[in-house]
């Protein structure tokens, strides 16, 4: 009788333990931290369409970002998608109620269309935050 009573108590206690780690799940679910991040950074725009671009020209992209928070801003990392594209962007923070822009040059070696991507990681967001850039790039004709 007493091996059935502990054993009931563990399977009640194992029960509410279960439900509780459930419920700790759904308070930290990444889309509410997601949509906070976007209230707390503002951007002009989040894709740049640069339309047809000449063969070989490096083609440049800007992307301005406001801090709307209530605390100093830091591009902890802006990562391109691949090779082609390099970010430039300001390392030190950017206070709150600033902006400061991230430009994108594009280097237009390979012929036809493309989309390319830069992933922005703050220290106000843990999930990167997508840029895009795309266009067509036309050969010369001589």
């Known amino acids: ?8 108590f563990l399977m009640t206690a194992f029960f509410f333990t279960s439900v509780n780690a459930q419920t700790a799940v759904k308070v930290n679910n990444p889309i509410s931290i997601e949509n906070t991040s976007e209230a707390l950074l503002k951007w002009d725009q989040t894709t740049f369409e640069f339309g047809k671009i000449e ?3 490096p083609a440049k992209a800007t992307f301005t970002l406001t801090n709307n928070s209530d605390k100093p801003l830091l591009l902890k990392e802006v990562k391109p998608s691949c ?9 030190g923070p950017i206070m709150p109620g600033e902006s400061t822009v991230i430009k994108a040059t594009y280097n237009a070696k390979k012929a036809g269309k493309f989309q390319k991507t830069i992933k922005v990681t703050t220290n106000l967001n843990d999930t990167p935050i997508p840029l895009k850039i795309k266009g067509e790039v036309i050969k010369n004709k001589s």
């Open 1 to 8: 009788m007493k091996n059935l009573f502990v054993l009931s």
């Open 83 to 91: 090779g082609c594209t390099v970010p430039a962007y300001n390392q």
């Open 55 to 57: 063969h070989a020209v």
